[in-house]
């Protein structure tokens, strides 16, 4: 598939998400207060994580195609706990990220952990995994502080397509019957995720179509199963934020269960 936003979008969005996750941060009553979609987490603790990643991502970036695992930061500064601090602190993660893309170019190698995925190994999907990752943990932090906002709909639109290319295919074989399954977003926008003994691929489908026909005289290009919601609405649901039955959901069920409990690299 392919990437729907530009390079220069991508690191704007980065920068943008960026800035409404340290906006939460800002606005929470305490760095204490825990997070309601990662519960072993407090604000602290998500704040750190996405600090420490982006910095770890920046060195892995900056380290080039040749690296062989992802890269540790050498002498960076720890989370810092005071609130100001902090912020200055996520600041200059960001920029570390955002400056290591800029050097390196969208085309140049990079070291990534979807191997055997449809995902490139490129610094311009390792930018897109990097929005899709602040841009949903700024929705926890939002709904944190009890003001989630949805993701904007490009960020949104694309963060569908970035997780079914990147999460949702594999080389390894699907241990289940051969199936597909429908993504539609009410923006216009659907895909499919093809399961098989040859793994798991997606594809954009051209139009939009209707929910999966099931059943004997069904539709012989009709899904097995479809879900279908807000490009925001999927992402969430993608990514364990809100439930799956808050999206509507036809066909066979019981393979988004299958699918939610495979784990290929097992």
Known sequence: MQNTLSFPDL???????SSAFRAAVTAAPSLDVQV????????????????????????????????????A?????VAPREREALLAWLVASTQQLLDALREAGPDRGCWTWW??????????????????????????AQLTLGAPQPLPDE???DGVEEFLSTICTTTVPW????????????????WRNWLSEDGA?????????????????????????????TANELVLALYGRIPLDSLKLDGNRRLFDQLVAWDPER
């Open 11 to 17: 690191l704007r969005m980065i920068d943008e998400r």
């Open 155 to 157: 960020v949104a639109l």
């Open 73 to 77: 930061p050498q002498g960076d500064p």
């Open 201 to 229: 691929r997606a594809v954009r489908l051209p139009t939009p179509v209707t929910p999966a026909a099931t059943g004997a005289g069904g539709d012989p290009d009709a899904a097995d199963a479809s879900a279908r919601g």
């Open 36 to 71: 309601p979609t990662c519960p072993e987490w407090t604000l602290f603790d998500l704040a750190q994580h996405l600090g420490e990643g982006r910095r770890a991502w920046a060195a892995t970036i900056a380290a080039g195609p040749d690296a062989t695992a992802k890269s």
């Open 115 to 140: 191997g055997k995925s449809q995902s490139p190994q490129t610094c311009a999907a390792a930018a897109r995994r990097q929005l899709h990752e602040i841009a949903v943990h700024t929705y926890d």
């Open 175 to 190: 241990p289940h019957e051969p199936a597909a399954v429908d993504y539609h977003a009410s923006e216009g926008r659907s």
